[in-house]
């Protein structure tokens, strides 16, 4: 849906020791991918631990648009009524992908080598995205575009009737990029190629791999080149959608800064491609560890035990940026909290997430009373120590989820209250956020 509702003003305050187990809910990434392969098999797919927040919704609804039988079974449970590769029918409306970066390119690059056309919008934040990154691709396949300026959404995509395999390097470090290409040169003849010079989060090859797609990853000196053979016949599969580790974020963080804190998240996904923020947290200093590893789902996933810690800045390594590149926002909010000084470098992408990331934490964060410096690719981070940070402010989220969640975890530390203006938008990836946290004993609460 593009609209999201009235602004929800949240507030959080200091909080007593959080304890306990916090279940956050499945993988945003692989519930988007789950959905749409299944669309594109042959057969039923059977998605258990589906991430039930709006984006996903949102793609759900669009498989059903495109010709798939999308039902939901059951809480996280959905069955999906695949139309097989180049089986998707022309959209009689337009396809609203709310929030959802995700969503969008992704079904821009599944529906990109069939002879359809369909016309994507999304709320306010999705049409200020650039699309040309994912829209340029596929013109090499044959697609066409036709959106606002800037390659903004709406935009109408018409597919390619005679697809042309492609062989692509991304631009950027981009996931959703490298998606788009892959997931159109399933309904192109011959191997198409994505090389990427940052290997960035890798559930579309594992997944295609599991749907029964010949893909295969050969390291290069220019990146990882990932080889997709065209036309394969997917198959429906069951999918087991481990925890999101972008979710489990929220809650780790919280621990680690409100004092006295012990609490567990178990079944996060370790995927070395997502698992970023964790090595860096650890590198701070934070008390974390890895319990029972196992894999679930096709995915390797631990249970984190986490404890309160005193925390001291780091220069985050560049290369991994890409693992952590949602995470940052809850990172800065961690760093304000810590000893000395955190420096994010290589970070130009958040500029162009729901919101501008870099821009939104630093005037944020200076509304709390934490300096910062930041320029187009940079974000610095002065950390004032626990029981440091002033706070006693509202914040603009910017129709940003992770904005949102970010200060109202900073607001459990802070010495004042801290406001967010629109805590809506939270539901988009992490519906249960607010009781999981009250449940650990946070102090968050929404305003009139
Ligand atoms: O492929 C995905 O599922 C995602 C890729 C990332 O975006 P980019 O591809 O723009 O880096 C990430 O920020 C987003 O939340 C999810
Ligand atoms: C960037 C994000 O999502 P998307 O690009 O799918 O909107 C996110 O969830 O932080």
Redesign the pocket.
Known sequence: MSGHGDPIRMTARKSAALSGVAEVPGD??IS?RALILGALSVGTTRITGLLEGQDVLDTAKAMAAFGAGVTREGAGAWTVEGVGVGGFAEPADVIDCGNS??GVRLIMGAMATSPITATFTGDASLRKRPMGRVTDPLALFGARAYGRAGGRLPMTVVGAAEPVPVTYATPM?????K?AVLLAGLNAPGQTVVIEKTA??D?TERMLRGFGAEVSVEATPEGNRITLTGQPELRGQTVAVPRDP?SAAFPVCAALIVPGSDILVPGVSQNPTRNGLFLTLREMGADITFENEREEGGEPVADLRVRFSELTGIEVPVDRAASQ??EYPVLAAVAACARGTTVMRGVH?LRV?ESDRIDAMARGLEACGVTVEEDDDTLIVHGLGPDGVPGGATVATHIDHRIAMSFLVLGLAARAPITVDDGSPIATSFPVFEPLMRDLGAEIVREG
């Open positions: 945003k990434s988007h970066g995700t470090a981009s996931a959703q990029v998606s960035t989060r559930h972008s590149i949602d992408e997430k």
